[in-house]
């Protein structure tokens, strides 16, 4: 019998890329699973119809044969709505599905909360009503273990699949477009106000590295609509943006070398091979590469700011490194893998 979901996903302003592959990485497992499926999506916030309003659920009861939320960061910055005295009502099956949330570097650069993440309270409700719950990285399933909540379970991110779920022959080719620095506009970076005043000077060094190993010019990735304003201050680099995902991931695959400040242009680099440098600033990006195993290979910029072009050397360097490291992570991102199949499962 064909089977009919609400996918119910992050897309709000700026029109963030990352999140695109994310929702397209979980409808094509969806596929995998489901040879015979009709998917309906609602953005997760800010939408008059969106996330978990009584009117979605009232259509998830009428026709529908369950509900997905995710993947990204719902469990912080407003990014899920939710009726909860309409979830009494839910009349069809629940899955949270590679969420996230994370701490943030003070001033201080010590990680603390966030002051927009769900509370407590409302996450344990939330998964009163969940069949099933998977989260993105580590620190996400000890905080929600830490809080009791017992019907969770540590599953990874699905971009980690985009290799098996769309191959390298189907996606566009771009081969003047080698050396990606994939950014995210400062203002909207957590990090000390110290750190973001050297931004734009982080960026420019970077792009001298690049110009000096490789005798290239790289391109400057914006996930966001949010990042051009940034991006265009730079005199002597090219930016780049675009709102179609396959562009967007044929782009990656097409990288010589991607620097990316942004985990969702790191794991379709990982999935597909394309050698990468990542540069995490918060507990999330922390997190998720020490979940894939890659935490070796990561340079915290908040903590390495000051070692940062020596760091960048090194990996530039050592590529070979990172291709071993990804080869013996297989097994790893096979198992996270084999878990989000299970967990989808749920709708049968």
Request: aromatic residues 12%; proline residues 2%.
């Given at each position: 019998m064909a089977k009919s979901l609400i996918h119910i996903t992050p897309i709000g302003k700026g029109y963030n890329i990352g999140n695109f592959a994310i929702s397209i990485a979980i409808?094509?497992?969806?596929?995998?699973?489901?040879?015979?499926?009709?998917?309906?999506?609602?953005?997760?916030?800010?939408?008059?119809?969106?996330?978990?309003?009584?009117?979605?659920?009232?259509?998830?009861?009428?026709?529908?044969?369950?509900?997905?939320?995710?993947?990204?960061?719902?469990?912080?910055?407003?990014e899920l709505?939710?009726?909860?005295?309409?979830?009494?009502?839910?009349?069809?099956?629940?899955?949270?599905?590679?969420?996230?949330?994370?701490?943030?570097?003070?001033?201080s650069s010590h990680l603390t909360r966030r002051t927009d993440v769900m509370p407590n309270n409302d996450l344990k409700n939330l998964h009163r009503f969940s069949s099933n719950s998977l989260t993105r990285d580590i620190a996400t399933q000890s905080h929600l273990e830490s809080i009791g909540i017992e019907n969770s379970i540590l599953g990874g991110c699905p971009t980690l699949g985009l290799n098996e779920f769309v191959k390298k022959e189907n996606l566009p080719s771009y081969e003047n477009k080698k050396f990606l620095i994939s950014i995210r506009n400062p203002e909207l970076m957590n990090i000390p106000r110290s750190l973001k005043s050297k931004m734009p000077s982080i960026v420019k060094n970077i792009c001298t590295l690049i110009k000096k190993k490789y005798q290239a010019i790289?391109?400057?990735?914006?996930?966001?609509q949010r990042d051009i304003g940034f991006a265009s201050?730079?005199?002597?680099?090219?930016?780049?943006?675009?709102?179609?995902?396959?562009?967007?991931?044929?782009?990656?695959?097409?990288?010589?070398?991607?620097?990316?400040?942004?985990?969702?242009?790191t794991l379709p680099c990982l999935s597909y091979g394309v050698p990468v440098i990542n540069l995490s600033y918060d507990e999330?990006?922390?997190?998720?590469?020490?979940?894939?195993?890659?935490?070796?290979?990561?340079?915290?910029?908040?903590?390495?700011?000051?070692?940062?072009?020596?760091?960048?050397?090194?990996?530039?360097?050592?590529?070979?490194?990172?291709?071993?490291?990804?080869?013996s992570s297989v097994i790893i991102r096979g198992k996270l893998l084999d878990i989000q199949s299970n967990v989808l499962q749920a709708f049968r």
């Open positions: 409808r094509k497992l969806l596929f995998k699973i489901y040879n015979d499926l009709t998917i309906v999506t609602y953005p997760a916030h800010g939408a008059t119809e969106s996330g978990l309003n009584k009117k979605i659920i009232f259509e998830a009861n009428q026709w529908c044969d369950g509900i997905i939320v995710g993947g990204g960061n719902l469990y912080e910055n407003n709505f939710i009726d909860f005295n309409a979830l009494e009502s839910l009349q069809v099956p629940l899955v949270l599905f590679s969420i996230s949330l994370g701490k943030i570097y003070s001033k790289p391109l400057l990735l914006c996930h966001d201050s730079f005199d002597d680099a090219e930016f780049y943006f675009t709102s179609d995902v396959y562009e967007y991931l044929g782009l990656l695959n097409s990288s010589q070398l991607v620097v990316s400040m942004r985990i969702h242009a999330r990006g922390i997190s998720l590469l020490k979940t894939i195993g890659f935490s070796s290979w990561d340079i915290n910029l908040v903590e390495e700011e000051s070692n940062l072009e020596n760091l960048l050397i090194d990996r530039m360097e050592n590529l070979d490194s990172l291709e071993s490291l990804r080869r």
